[in-house]
């Protein structure tokens, strides 16, 4: 205990000595002065205003902003990177095409997905992954979120139906990247991505509708881990590896929460991190 005591106090002097540097005076003759000068000088600006610049020009000393702000400036414009345009800015365009809205999908699949984390967490803090008993202590906690929690029915409905809004919205994402011949060279492998991230948001959604051990998860349940034990060669190990064993148990229930909740967003969160910065890169595909 004494010996935590002392490293804690070592570790708040430490932060203290760097708060000191960090914090030096600089000389009246750097140029970074210049905006504390006009802010003093100043008669026309209200407070707001040289609050501002105040805090502004404190930071800019300390951490120079403007420096790293230009330094990123110039790098971008070196790499001959551009910000995609909307179709219409690219191909000037007065009007629009029959196909014009569908290049929105992309963006409303990731808005979809933020509402789905978020709604997802508010209920991960209530529900209890498990499916033993009757009533199964996933089905309570489902219940209690409908029936009792404040606004657990409203963020449990903004869930169920974000999923099926996200899936609808991938499909015809690549749908229109298909039908426009986005996907040829040079996005073949950014193509490839979108494939990866359809069957992943299908699974994620399939992994969710057990959650809730009910009849209708249940059913499903079965399908599906008839459809594993039915591949060829390696259906046994796929049905260990997603439903928990070769037949249907609580420990699906467990299995499928792991995944929905702790490796399906990281997956699912990279490839699209991925995919956007290749987006970025490339810029928004011409229709062929």
């Known amino acids: 205990m004494i010996l935590q005591f002392w490293f804690l106090w070592l570790f708040i002097a430490l932060i203290v000595v760097l708060v000191a540097f960090t914090l030096r005076k600089e ?6 002065k210049e905006i504390l000068r006009a802010v003093e ?3 026309k600006m209200g407070l707001a205003e040289k609050l501002f610049l105040w805090v502004f020009s404190w930071l800019d000393t300390r951490f120079r902003i ?3 702000w230009a330094m990123s400036r110039d790098a971008y414009h070196s790499m001959h990177r551009q910000m995609p345009m909307t179709h219409a800015e690219k191909y000037k365009l007065r009007i629009i095409w029959y196909w014009y809205p569908l290049y929105c999908l992309g963006g409303i699949s990731f808005l979809a997905f933020i509402l789905l984390i978020i709604t997802g967490t508010v ?9 033993e008993g009757d009533p199964s202590p996933a089905y309570g906690s489902m219940q209690f979120i409908m029936t009792q929690l404040p606004f657990g029915y409203i963020m449990r409905s903004l869930h169920h139906w974000g999923t099926h809004f996200m899936v609808a919205s991938v499909f015809l994402h690549m749908c229109r990247v298909y039908f426009t011949g986005a996907y040829r060279n040079p996005r073949e492998l950014n193509w490839l991505i979108g494939v990866g991230l359809m069957f992943f948001t299908i699974f994620f959604g399939y992994s969710g509708y057990l959650l809730p051990w009910d009849a209708l998860a249940f059913g499903a349940a079965t399908i599906g881990i008839n459809m594993a034990n ?3 060669l390696i259906g046994g190990w796929v049905a260990r590896a997603l439903f928990g064993g070769t037949s249907l148990s609580g420990a699906t229930v467990t299995r499928m929460y792991f995944l929905h909740v702790f490796i399906l ?4 969160t990279a490839l699209i991190i991925v995919h956007l910065f290749i987006v970025w890169v490339q810029g928004i595909a011409e229709p062929h």
């Not at 209920?123 to 499916?131: D, E, R």
């Not at 967003?265 to 699912?268: F, G, S």
Request: hydrophobic share 30%; charged share 15%.
């Open 27 to 32: 000389s009246e003759e750097m140029p970074r």
């Open 66 to 68: 403007q420096d790293y």
């Open 265 to 268: 967003p990281v997956i699912v």
């Open 41 to 43: 000088a100043s008669t």
């Open 123 to 131: 209920l991960g803090i209530y529900y209890v992954p498990g499916g």
């Open 230 to 232: 039915s591949t060829p």
